[in-house]
C-alpha cells in the first residue's frame, strides 16, 4: 500500500537512514508508477545523494511524469 510505505520513507528522511527511504519509495514505484508523491520524493532523494541512480529514476518515468509538479520539485 502506498501511503503508509510514503509515511515511512519520510519519517527515514527525518532520520538521515537515506538508504531505508530509498529501499520504500523503490517499494511504491514497482507496484504504483505513478504515485506522483513518492516518485518525487524518490526523485528528490537521488538528486541529493548525487549519484548516477538519479538519472536512471529519471530515464525510467512513466510517459506523462513531467506534467506533475511532485516530479519538477
Not at 36 to 45: I, R, S, Y
Not at 59 to 65: K, S, V
Request: proline residues 7%; hydrophobic residues 45%.
Amino acid at each position: 500500500e502506498p501511503p503508509p510505505r510514503l509515511a515511512r520513507a519520510r519519517i527515514a528522511i527525518n532520520a538521515d537512514r537515506l538508504d531505508e527511504a530509498v529501499a520504500q519509495l523503490r517499494a511504491v514505484d514497482a507496484t504504483s508508477p505513478d504515485y506522483w508523491e513518492a516518485q518525487g520524493l524518490l526523485g528528490k532523494v537521488l538528486a541529493e545523494r548525487d549519484s548516477d541512480e538519479f538519472l536512471a529514476w529519471h530515464a525510467r518515468l512513466p510517459a506523462g511524469a513531467d506534467d506533475h509538479a511532485r516530479i519538477w520539485l
